[in-house]
């Protein structure tokens, strides 16, 4: 998991009062993404039309927004129980299912609530944004008041998902324990004053009602009480967990997960809180024994890659690198950190491996600024200035700098081979930023 500063979304000054920091990670993305296929195939939603998104954040709360994005705070992934997560997933899905968002079209009625849902709009560029497994995006919030008003569901709303996910879960074998838990954790949340609500019942109404009716099918409907998901979700979970408090609460990773605990997800949470708190020997040994029992697995040799690295060992974390992008080729993300690590050894005989990997985590990750921007480094040091003025233009593009995008676009048309894929590409983007803000010539 590697944090990095995004590529900020271009909001007005005046709503810039709360910032939302996304996080990429492709070995949490993943586990996520196999915990709710599932549940998206039941509801006849199709699971590569999600995008699932992580927030910086250490309240408990999951929602979705802008149609087909699903987001988890880092908080609640922590705070949760594996059950929870998905009965929190299976609701959730209920409301992308539903099109609960599509019928939310008044409570867009004033400036400020357009801003901060065009802000979110921009998801794509900001989760690609990353330079390693992890990368961390600050978009401009909009106001707090705003976003309640429109992520916050009607009771309606909340009864339909609920239903819907009972559904879903018995539909796939899956007991809805856990949402039933979920609710109970936050029960007597709606007797608070809003200011000390948990923000997942300040967005999701929470009434007596609704736990009625989820308890009700659990204890008399339900024919899936008391079993277990896939046994290799529990350990996926064990690992997500470790490896969030690792990085995200170091001290408290350090004393949940003992020196003396030899298990995978401990050993993996205390390599990697050490290596936060700047004990980078005693992380890597760590880190090298995960890699000798899982040899395999690509999060370890990615993880020493990142420490390594992010130690001012650049030329070190290469192999690293190199493994994990073997054992995960279709991760962006780890060809982003490859291609990084290739360009920083600073060594020219590495650049068209670098621009390899670098072309292929952009056409991943196409709206990420920071892919973009190592390609524009890449062949600026390789001298290809037509492609150069193309990755620039990319670049400028995801970054939201119309004009720009444009002034390179023109560039790149000239310079690149016509009918060329690029040149195509380049003459896309200029048209696309002409008739998006009249900036034509």
């Known amino acids: 998991m590697a944090f990095l500063i995004s590529a900020a979304l271009i909001v007005q000054p005046a709503m810039a009062q709360r910032s939302i920091s996304f996080i990429r990670d ?10 709710s296929t599932p549940i998206f195939q039941a509801a006849n939603v199709v699971p590569e039309a999600v995008t699932i998104g992580l927030v910086r954040d250490d309240t408990l709360n999951a929602f979705v927004a802008g149609g087909q994005n699903m987001f988890f705070h880092t908080g609640f992934l922590m705070d949760t129980t594996l059950s929870e997560l998905i009965g929190v997933t299976a609701h959730e899905t209920g409301h992308i299912a539903g099109g609960h968002l599509a019928r939310s079209g008044d409570a867009m009625s004033d ?33 707090e008041a705003a976003m309640r008003t429109f992520f916050a569901f009607t009771r309606a709303q909340e009864g339909s998902a609920d239903a819907a996910a009972t559904v879903y879960l018995e539909k796939i074998g899956w007991s809805s324990e856990g949402l039933l838990a979920m609710m109970q954790k936050l029960a007597g949340q709606e007797l608070l004053p809003e200011n000390r609500q948990v923000e997942y019942v300040r967005t ?32 996926k979970h064990e690992r997500m967990v470790a ?40 992380a890597l040994t760590i880190t090298d024994s995960l890699i000798a029992q899982e040899k395999n697995n690509a999060y370890f040799h990615e993880l020493k890659g990142q420490i390594l690295f992010e130690d001012g060992r650049a030329a070190d974390a290469v192999q690293p690198y190199r493994e994990s992008v073997r054992l995960d080729p279709e991760s962006g993300l ?24 670098l072309n292929a985590a952009a056409r991943q990750e196409p709206g990420s600024a920071l892919v973009w921007r190592l390609l524009s480094s890449a062949y600026s040091r390789a001298d290809r200035q037509p492609q150069l003025a193309y990755a620039r233009a990319e670049e400028a593009l995801a970054r939201g700098d119309i004009r720009a995008a444009k002034f390179h676009a023109d560039r790149a048309e000239r310079l690149l081979p016509a009918g060329s894929p690029e040149w195509i590409r380049a003459q896309d983007i200029r048209v696309m930023v002409e008739s998006r803000a009249g900036v034509s010539n």
Do not use: C, W
Request: cysteine-free; charged content about 25%.
């Open 26 to 35: 492709t070995e949490i993305e993943h586990i996520l993404r196999d915990y």
């Open 111 to 143: 400036a400020a609530t357009i801003a901060t849902i065009f802000t979110l709009l921009g998801l794509a560029a900001a989760l690609g944004a990353g330079r390693a497994d992890v990368g961390m995006g600050v978009l401009g919030g909009g106001q």
């Open 204 to 235: 999701h109404p929470l009434t007596q009602n609704r736990i009625q009716a989820i308890r009700y099918f659990v204890e008399n409907q339900s024919k899936n009480n008391g079993k277990r998901f896939p046994e290799d979700f529990y350990d």
């Open 243 to 282: 490896k969030l408090m690792g990085f995200i609460r170091p001290d408290q990773a350090l004393r949940r997960y003992d020196a003396n605990d030899k298990s995978i997800p401990a050993r993996y949470g205390r390599a990697i809180a050490l290596y936060q708190k700047g004990r980078i020997n005693d």
């Open 334 to 357: 780890l060809r982003a950190a490859l291609g990084h690590a290739l360009l920083e050894v600073g060594n020219d005989r590495f650049l068209d491996e670098a621009i390899g990997h």
